[in-house]
C-alpha cells in the first residue's frame, strides 16, 4: 500500500484547508484510515481516525468540531475549518490492515510522506 498526500499550505487563522491522502496498492485490505500530525519539536498525535464499517470516525479532543474526515476507495481526506496557529504541523495519513479501530502510532502499517500545513497567526 502507498499513500501520498497533498493539499498542504500556508494559510492564516480562521481558514480552512483539506488535506488529501491517494491510496493506491492492495487497498482492499486495509481496515482503518487515519490522519496523524506533528508540530514543530512535538511528539506525532493523532488527528481523526476513520474505519470501513458502521462506528463512526474519532476526533483527538483539540479538533473542538472543526475537523471532518472523510474515505473512500481512492483514500482519506480532512476538511480542516477555523484554523488555528496551533494548528501547524506536518499532518500525515496513515493506514492499518492489522485493526478496525486504531488509535495508537503502533497499529498503523502504512505512512505517507507528510504535508506541511502552517497557519499563521
Known amino acids: 500500500v502507498q499513500l501520498v498526500e497533498s493539499g498542504g499550505g500556508l494559510v492564516q487563522a480562521g481558514e480552512s484547508l483539506r488535506v488529501s491522502c491517494a491510496a493506491s496498492g492492495r487497498t482492499g485490505e486495509l481496515n482503518s484510515l487515519a490522519w496523524f500530525r506533528q508540530p514543530p519539536g512535538k511528539e506525532r498525535e493523532l488527528v481523526a481516525r476513520i474505519s470501513f464499517d458502521s462506528r463512526g470516525p474519532t476526533y483527538a479532543d483539540f479538533v473542538e468540531g472543526r475537523f471532518t474526515i472523510s474515505a473512500d476507495n481512492a483514500g482519506v481526506y480532512l476538511e480542516m475549518n477555523n484554523l488555528r496557529s496551533e494548528d501547524t504541523a506536518t499532518y500525515y495519513c496513515?493506514?492499518?490492515?492489522?485493526?478496525?479501530?486504531?488509535?495508537?502510532?503502533?497499529?498503523?502499517?502504512?505512512w505517507g510522506q507528510g504535508t506541511q500545513v502552517i497557519v499563521s497567526p
Open positions: 496513515a493506514a492499518s490492515s492489522r485493526f478496525l479501530y486504531a488509535v495508537e502510532f503502533s497499529q498503523y502499517d502504512y
